[in-house]
Nanobody, 121 residues
Framework: QVQLVESGGGLVQAGGSLRLSCAAS????????MGWYRQVPGEQRELVAT?????????NYADSVKGRFTISRDNAKNTVYLQMNSLKPEDTAVYYC?????????????WGQGTQVTVSS
């Protein structure tokens, strides 16, 4: 099983920046992708950005964050980062880290506990 621990959330003014980190531990072989999702109370959790851990490190972003957020990885540290610039009040949410990994041919997912990001206007 893979455990994820997020850090880096907080309160920031609109236009500011934050960097989130997500460290994976446990049985961390077979990681396929890692990514960030966010959720506002009463709404569905939505994809923010993902990155492949296997070759290439290809990325995928929600349209709402393209050009402002950057996802990156440090495979040696089993850590994924989300650099968030030009933050807007509508970016306020709990941000969750997720990883998909393979075990014996099946695909599994693990989620972190979430970190609050609050952007004041």
């Amino acid at each position: 099983q893979v455990q994820l621990v997020e850090s880096g959330g907080g309160l920031v003014q609109a236009g500011g920046s934050l960097r989130l980190s997500c460290a994976a531990s446990g049985s961390i072989f077979g990681l396929n992708t890692m990514g960030w999702y966010r959720q506002v109370p009463g709404e569905q959790r939505e994809l923010v950005a993902t990155i492949t851990i296997t070759s290439g490190g290809s990325t995928n972003y929600a349209d709402s964050v393209k050009g402002r957020f950057t996802i990156s990885r440090d495979n040696a540290k089993n850590t994924v980062y989300l650099q968030m610039n030009s933050l807007k009040p509508e970016d306020t949410a709990v941000y969750y880290c997720k990883t998909d990994y393979r075990r014996f041919g099946a695909l599994f997912s693990s989620w972190g506990q979430g970190t609050q990001v609050t952007v004041s206007s």
